[in-house]
């Protein structure tokens, strides 16, 4: 309650329409238990003041509380100790002055005087009671002199409705505007009062400033639109020529009662005389989007999606669903508010298709908070397993057509035979990546990075990751204490860095390409490291030492001058000593503290403290790659990145001789990733009863897995392809170009000739995915969503370039120039062809 507000009282059934509507634009008011609640406007919040001489029950109380009385004030006798299991501040003390009290329950208290009290009396039960204290100067006619002492001292004045009029103030009865504006002052020399105009409801956004004068105040309380005071024109009813009229919701006072704010809805084109929402620019966020759809539902182009979602409502109810399963999904902060906002959007659609609309939304969020009661809280029964309510489970239910907890997990199932060429290619696409989206979500970060380094590094760090840091890079050597591990762990991660980097020191292209190409022409090609290298591994509160290995090794092998690697740190600003130890084995140079859409920045554009790169590796969210794809395009970073990245996949491609349970284990490796991960399944010329151990394998072993609801719904988007050969089903794969590709085959190694299109191939049935993402020494940062038609996994000429160079003699000028001449003229460049011209000429005087 803001300190100088005028708290009306209805103290009769039947008030004055014109009367009640101005006290209830005051934003508050007091009614006793007998009054019909239904008279005052949604937006009016109110208190109840309990008039029976008998104490309320409990449940009474909190009946009240429920419906949305604000507070109940009972008198001082009828307090009872179980009132104390109420929130605090919901009840108040009333007492008369000089009745002893209940200390207890003196939060606040509504004292009533039945004679006028001075401001240091009022001031010491303030500070007696060390809460907020309500004046109820019963002693005659309030007057304005007296609204006016008690103003200073924070204390919101109870007059009854009986003695407030919307006529003129006489010596009986008070001008409710001329109550209200009391208090308030002007240190303006001609007494206007600046006045915030804020939207309602739209998050209170600023619509404009203007002034107010005491007569406009009166105008607008009373006939609720809203009228100002212009200094050139005079009086200013709002919208009396533009249309743009606004309807007050409330008006208060600020805290020194020197400015008002205006709370409007507001009509037309908006308030500006720009015809824009607001004089500060275009609204945003959750109010642009009611606005938006609004006038799309009330006009969308004939064959637009929005028409369609209007028009369509499964559709719409599926893409709720839809969106309720990816937020229920989500894991990370920025991942979580990307699902958040596309749910909002879909949720605010239904809304405005049914005429809700925010205001009422906030309406129904207020009354619930005001509730002191509250249901169990668990799920309804379709989304519930187990008889506990999980919130992976709802994303199940959502994602299978209220999939029932004890139905199969299992995957969906096609014959390719029979399957029509426009079907089969939907097979083959992956959940749509929306690049351009987000790229304009992360662009603000990557800018905020770009523009003040390491400030905005901290700021963006502390935001995402809750992590306050001083110094956001650790540079060599890295203590001791930062990379203490058990010694199995570490055993397990020295193995796996021996392994990565036997096979990735084979790849180094060590060696000069000499080719001959005429007699005295000699061309050749070597390899030159990238000098600095940027290594981004996923974390926070994940351990993820695999990816720096992945990484880190060819970085190492490669001879990069630069070794920077990006990994999120913990709440206390530390790394996870597992990926430290990775860094020190690596030979990283510098480890950025830093994860998201800021570390990509920092490391494309450099810091202060952080190195600029040349090129960015490792995978991420959907921010992560949105900032790489971001960076590698703008020409001031001169940044390269590794390849797009999308959800994780696999392709098992099965015979009769493969064991369900290996292959239902590997298609699960990759399903538990999250709901988006790709699972396939081509099967040879299967019989029923194989195909269905398999699917029996793929239920049960989910079930006794930790991450069974996210299978619940990765599996369930999966696909079994069924096909009579081998030959068609490697057809399939590399048509498919899956990330990773698993050879349960009887002549597995014969079958990889075939392969065309793949990041990795597991062949055989003792060689299971799991190996290669952790230790057998191929790399496991590869190409997702189908891009193993373009892209090579990452590998240690990944941290390479090629340097060409021509080496030419006399001779063979001789013979090669003419050639180049022709060429050149053909193409009208002869500065290109004098550069030989001028050597022949050298050449033919010898």
Known sequence: MAPPILLPYV????????LLAAAARLGHVLVPTSFDLTLLPPSCAYTILYTSPTAPSLDQITAWLDSGAERIILPCPAFDDAYASLPAGRLVQSFILGQETHKDYAALVLMRATEALPQQAIKAFQQAYA?????????????????????????????????????????????????????????????????????????????????????????????GKGVY????????????????????????????????EFQVVQHGAGFCHLATPSCFGNMSGIAALEGTLKQRFASAPEGSYTARLFGDPQLLRSKIMEEADELCAAETKEDVAFEAADLIYFALAKCVSKGVSVQDIERSL?????????????????????????????????????????????????????????????????????????????????????????????????????????????????????MRLPADVKAAIDQAY?????????????????????????????????????????????????????????????GCKEIVLATPPRPDGSIVPEVMYVASLVGATCILKAGGGQAVAAMAYGTETVPKVDKIFGPGNQWVTAAKMLVQNDTEALVAIDMPAGPSEVLVIADRTADAEFVAADLLSQAEHGVDSQVVLVAIDLTPEHLRSIELAVDRQARALPRVEIMKVSVSKSLIVKVNTVQEALQFSNEYAPEHLILHLEDAPGAVQYVQNAGSVFVGAYSPESCGDYASGTNHTLPTNGFARQFSGVNTQSFQKHITSQQVTKAGLGKLGPVVVTLAECEG??????????????????
């Open 366 to 482: 207020d009354r619930k908070a005001y509730k002191v009661t509250r249901r169990k809280g668990d799920a309804k029964p379709q989304w519930m397993q187990n008889g506990a309510a999980s919130e992976s489970s709802k994303a199940a239910a959502a994602t299978n057509g209220n999939l029932a907890p004890d139905a199969p997990i299992q995957m969906r199932s096609y014959d390719l035979a029979s399957v029509p060429p426009s079907q089969r290619a939907g097979m083959m696409k992956r959940p749509t990546l929306k690049s351009e989206e987000m790229i304009a979500k992360v662009r603000p970060i990557v800018d905020a990075v770009r523009l003040r380094g390491d400030a905005a590094l901290r700021e963006l760090t502390l935001k995402f990751d809750k992590a306050d840091l001083g110094e956001v890079v650790i540079r060599p050597p890295f203590s001791q204490e930062s």
């Open 498 to 558: 021996k392994n990565v980097y036997a096979f990735h020191a084979a790849q180094a292209d060590k060696t000069i390409l000499e080719v001959e190409t005429m007699p005295g022409v000699v061309c050749s090609r070597f390899a030159r490291p990238i000098a600095r290298v940027g290594l981004y591994v996923p974390g926070g509160t994940a351990v993820l030492p695999s990816t720096a290995l992945m990484l880190g090794i060819p970085a190492q092998v490669a």
């Open 131 to 223: 809460g907020e204290v309500l004046l109820w100067d019963e002693s005659g006619t309030p007057t304005l002199e007296a609204i006016r002492a008690a103003a200073p001292l924070g204390v919101p004045v109870v007059v009854p409705l009986s003695q407030l009029t919307v006529g003129p103030t006489t010596k009986e009865k008070l001008n409710i505007a001329d109550a209200f504006l009391a208090p308030v002052v002007s240190d303006r020399h001609d007494g206007l009062i600046p006045t915030v105009v804020s939207a309602y409801p739209q998050g209170g956004r600023t619509l404009g400033m203007v002034y107010s004068s005491r007569e406009s105040v009166r105008e607008a309380l009373l006939s």
């Open 11 to 18: 103290d009769t059934p039947s008030p004055e329409p014109a």
């Open 229 to 260: 005071f212009s200094r050139r024109h005079g009086l200013w009813r709002k919208g009396e020529t533009s249309g743009a009229t606004q309807d007050i919701v409330r008006i208060v006072a600020d805290c020194d009662a020197d400015c008002l």
């Open 829 to 846: 460049l002869d500065a290109h062809a004098n550069a030989v011209k001028v050597r022949l000429a050298a050449l033919a005087k010898e």
